[in-house]
Nanobody, 123 residues
Framework: QVQLVESGGGLVQAGASLRLSCAAS????????MAWFRQRPGKEREFLATMRMSTTSAYYADSVKGRFTISRDIADNTVNLQMNSLKPEDTAVYYC????????????????WGQGTQVTVSS
C-alpha cells in the first residue's frame, strides 16, 4: 500500500520558518511526481509546489514563490517543503500528494495523499 506521512507542522509566530517533510512508502517513486497543497477551513484546496522525483526542477504557485522551497531526497523517498517568512495567512492544513508520471498543479490529478499536518502562524 502507498502511504504518505507529513510531519513538521506546529505553532509559530509571524516571520518564523518551518520545514515540512513527507515520507513516502509502499513502492518505488522514481517515476512519480510529488506536490504540496494546503487547505484552510471552508476553503478550496490550494496548490503550492510540485516536482518530479527524477529531476531537481520545481514549480510554484505565485503566492509562495520566493518564500517556499520544495525538495526531494531520492534515497529516503521523502519530499520537503521549506517555508520562510511565514504569515498568518499561511495558517492551514498542509498535505503532500503523489502521482505517476509528470508533475501537475491540479489536485484532481493526484492519486495518493497524506493525512495532513497543521501549520498555525500567530500575528
Amino acid at each position: 500500500q502507498v502511504q504518505l506521512v507529513e510531519s513538521g507542522g506546529g505553532l509559530v509566530q509571524a516571520g518564523a520558518s518551518l520545514r515540512l517533510s513527507c515520507a513516502a512508502s509502499g513502492r518505488t517513486f522514481s517515476n512519480y511526481a510529488m506536490a504540496w497543497f494546503r487547505q484552510r477551513p471552508g476553503k478550496e484546496r490550494e496548490f503550492l509546489a510540485t516536482m518530479r522525483m527524477s529531476t531537481t526542477s520545481a514549480y510554484y504557485a505565485d503566492s509562495v514563490k520566493g518564500r517556499f522551497t520544495i525538495s526531494r531526497d531520492i534515497a529516503d523517498n521523502t519530499v520537503n517543503l521549506q517555508m520562510n517568512s511565514l504569515k498568518p495567512e499561511d495558517t492551514a492544513v498542509y498535505y503532500c500528494a503523489a502521482k505517476s508520471g509528470d508533475y501537475s498543479y491540479n489536485d484532481r490529478d493526484f492519486d495518493y495523499w497524506g493525512q495532513g499536518t497543521q501549520v498555525t502562524v500567530s500575528s
